[in-house]
């Protein structure tokens, strides 16, 4: 079993940045890729960002130039920095990964989530 656990969320004014972490631990063999999601009250949940075992990154147009997501891999830890935060980024954020274990059978999991509210 993995658990991924998400940090970094808050209140932040317009124009401002945050920067989320999430750190996955439990049996880990190897992480294929992780992404961020974001859910917005009413909304569906949608792909913020994702990065892959080998540094591909791809991004959903409304956060390129402002978002950037990276990963540590001797922590298993993904973040996504933030920058220049606009009211309609407002969401519950999410974590997700591809994992491995040992059986190399990958497994999705998702994270809590941590709240991000922008004030205009």
């Known amino acids: 079993q993995v658990q991924l656990v998400e940090s970094g969320g808050g209140l932040v004014q317009a124009g401002g940045s945050l920067r989320l972490s999430c750190a996955a631990s439990?049996?880990?063999?190897?992480?294929?890729?992780m992404a961020w999601y974001r859910q917005a009250p009413g909304k569906q949940r949608e792909l913020v960002a994702t990065?892959?075992?080998?540094?591909?990154?791809h991004y959903v147009d409304s956060v390129k130039g402002r978002f950037t997501i990276s990963k540590d891999n001797a922590k298993n830890t993904v973040y996504l920095q933030m920058n220049n935060l606009k009211p309609e980024d407002t969401a519950v954020y999410y974590c997700?990964?591809?994992?491995?274990?040992?059986?190399?059978?990958?497994?999705?999991?998702w994270g809590q989530g941590t709240q991000v509210t922008v004030s205009s």
């Open positions: 439990g049996s880990i063999f190897s992480i294929d890729a």
């Open positions: 997700n990964a591809w994992v491995r274990d040992r059986s190399l059978l990958a497994r999705n999991y």
């Open positions: 990065i892959t075992s080998g540094d591909s990154t």
